[in-house]
């Protein structure tokens, strides 16, 4: 199992520390319409939607890249797993059903002017100033 550090990020320029929440937000977009998409076919007694089936949902809707989205897919899908497992042994156990205000992926994408970015891993963002060394976007003049 890989350890995963998080690293509070205090020192990032206001612009970059909005970019990357706007990016995050983004990323709780995406588990939202996995997560209604999902509660829609369990209270309509229909056939669970499978990874395939929420990836094709949610394909080209949002601006991060394409990798991030679909390892959201994967990670609800995987909770959905665990949650029915789990619930065997554990009968009390209930998957939330609740919007999530906020997935704390790293997402992998900003869209930033009009064009889809890598964002920095947090181990790597220490040494930035802005998002323009995100994306390498040059300012005129420069």
């Known amino acids: ?5 998080v ?15 706007e990016t995050q937000m983004e990323a709780a977009r995406v588990w939202n319409e996995c997560m209604q998409t999902h509660k829609q076919a369990r209270l309509g007694q229909s056939k669970w939607p499978g990874e395939q ?3 094709d949902r949610v394909k080209g809707r949002f601006a991060l ?3 991030s989205i679909q390892a959201i897919v994967r990670m609800f899908v995987t909770n959905i797993a665990t949650t029915r497992k789990l619930r065997k042994d554990h009968p009390q156990m209930r998957m ?9 992926l790293d ?3 900003i869209l930033a002017d ?4 890598n964002a ?5 963002a220490a040494g930035l100033n802005d998002v323009s060394e995100i994306c390498a976007i040059k300012p005129a003049g420069r």
């Open 65 to 67: 890249h394409s990798q």
């Open 120 to 124: 920095p891993s947090t181990s790597n």
């Open 114 to 117: 009009g064009r889809r970015c």
């Open 7 to 21: 690293y509070q990020l205090t020192h990032l320029a206001p612009m970059l520390f909005q970019r990357l929440k």
């Open 1 to 5: 199992m890989k350890t995963v550090r």
């Open 96 to 104: 939330s059903l609740a919007k999530s205000p906020r997935n704390r």
């Open 53 to 55: 089936d929420l990836r």
């Open 107 to 109: 997402a992998r994408s």
